[in-house]
């Protein structure tokens, strides 16, 4: 089952990457700022609760899909980078089995323990 969500979330990365060549922005950028949503682990420096509410809402990929059409729908090219970088993000942390955090611990997710089989 582990391997099937891994390819799932693959789908979902080179998607990404679809979606991105779609838009105005040159190729660099993409590699450029993948990993910026990583930010939201700042809130991990107040505590476990309030930094897995601001690391989910930086990798939920409903938040990523919505942002990414408003920006399609509104014409607006930074909102549309902005949900496909986002998107991409939480698919390829999700490859490495990085999930949405439970408020107990960062390595309580919702793929299982971080670092355990």
Known sequence: MRTLLRLEEVGIFCFSIFLFSLTDFSWWWFPLLILLPDIGMIGYLLNPKIGASIY?????????????????????????????ILLGHAALDRIFGFGLKYPDSFKHTHLGRIGTN
């Open 56 to 84: 989910n809402l930086f990798h939920h990929m409903g938040i990523a899909v919505v942002i990414y059409l408003a920006g399609y729908f509104a014409a607006i090219s930074l909102l549309e980078l902005t949900g496909v």
